[in-house]
């Protein structure tokens, strides 16, 4: 069958068409730098991130992205408080130390906290009384043997001879203390005795095996999340600020319509310093 050349505009090339022949180079791979920023104030040490849709970007997804050196943005087709939820496990998936520990009091019973290490991954829970005062700390090994899931946490816990360190400690000082008593966990408590933060010692394992991992100063893996140009925009990225969020995206395929760019500086005259992609 002859070809009809007149329904053709103009020559198209495909894949097979085109071959990229290399040229002399002197680059080595070890040499390379992939680094970039996302916005300035943000370093990715790939250049990629992957998209705030509902079938691609959740936490375990933004976890990996930023392990290897990029960045995820948790979709926005969620409410306001479960995707600050999606945002704070990824914030507390591996840190330097934990800002913001997940704690007990002392009423909780083995049950609570079987519950909250199954949905957050983690060994060991910090107990603190109703002034944020540590008072103990529940672990696996605690929970080991308890028949009775009814228990009082306060029944339970470590709570004599309790192993801490103040506030500035390095990792390099941590890591020591940890392994002189042979311990996961190192509770940071203040001069007044209450609980500001959680040093792991699989936490330090993990900075030394990823160096390349996209961090915050802190040492907690970085993460984004995008919003869309709704009423709730300012209340919905409150909440991810306070969950602790790198960056907001206000997702749209229109980022020169006067809706976004109105929205755009709404967002930033609430919060001047907070790092926004648009579009």
């Known amino acids: ?67 290897e050196g990029g960045l995820g943005f948790i979709h926005k087709n969620m409410s306001k408080e479960a995707q600050a939820l999606q945002v704070r496990k990824v914030k507390r998936s591996q840190s330097g130390m934990i800002l913001d520990p997940i704690t007990l009091s002392v009423e909780k019973t083995a049950r609570d906290a079987e519950d909250i290490m199954r949905e957050n991954k983690i060994g060991g829970i910090p107990v603190t009384d109703d002034a944020g005062a540590l008072v103990g700390i529940v672990t696996n090994r605690d929970m080991r043997f308890i028949k009775d899931m009814s228990t009082a946490v306060r029944d339970i816990m470590t709570k004599e001879i309790l192993i801490t360190a103040h506030p500035g400690i390095s990792l390099d000082e941590a890591e020591g203390i940890l392994k002189e008593y042979k311990i996961e966990k190192l509770p940071i408590v203040n001069e007044n005795g209450k609980l500001s933060g959680l040093i792991t010692y699989k936490d330090i394992l993990k900075n030394r095996n990823r160096p390349n991992a996209c961090k915050d100063e802190f040492g907690r ?56 992609n648009v579009g």
């Open 1 to 67: 069958m002859p070809l009809e050349t007149d329904k053709f505009l103009f020559e198209a090339l495909t894949y097979d068409d085109v071959l990229l022949l290399p040229g002399y180079s002197e680059v080595l791979p070890r040499d390379t730098n992939t680094k970039t920023q996302l916005p300035r104030n943000i370093q990715l040490n790939i250049p990629l991130v992957s998209a705030a849709m509902d079938t691609v970007t959740e936490a375990k997804l933004a976890i990996a992205m930023a392990l």
């Open 221 to 276: 893996l970085r993460v984004g999340a995008a919003v869309g140009v709704t009423p709730d925009i300012v209340e919905r990225i409150e909440a991810l600020k306070a969950a602790g969020v790198d960056v907001i995206s206000i997702a749209t395929a229109h980022g020169h319509s006067k809706g976004v760019i109105a929205a755009a500086k709404a967002v930033k005259k609430a919060y001047p310093d907070l790092a926004l």
